[in-house]
């Protein structure tokens, strides 16, 4: 599986969206650091990844705190959350990016840069 690069990161950073989402997202970390993800990958606590209920994988979406205004780009490479009224579970690495540890779950616009090429029906 293909990891966000830092050269992606900057020209994402100024592509325009497909779709526009608003919501909460938490994060997710240390307990589940190395093991495997719905994708089938490692899960990474430190890349900039995230998971969402039914967006394809390999999905490339832009985060933004809308408390903060930081953004960062993620993949989406597993399933969740699980919790109602949250639309994304962000990886450590993109919570830290957003400046979100502290609060946990934050307020978000989630931009769609790219939709991942597994089932590509199902962009809800």
Known sequence: MRKTNIRDQHVRERTAALKVVYGKA??????FHGKKTASGETFDMYALTAAHRSWP?????????????????VRIND????VPGRILDLS??????????EEG?????????QYGESDSSSHR
């Open 79 to 82: 399933r969740g959350p699980f």
């Open 105 to 113: 779950v934050i307020d978000v616009k989630v931009e769609i840069l």
């Open 57 to 73: 994988f390999n999905t490339i979406c832009r985060i933004t705190n809308l408390k903060n205004q930081k953004t960062v780009v």
């Open 92 to 101: 450590y690495g993109a919570a830290r990016a957003l400046d979100a540890l």
């Open 26 to 31: 938490s994060y997710y970390g240390p307990k």
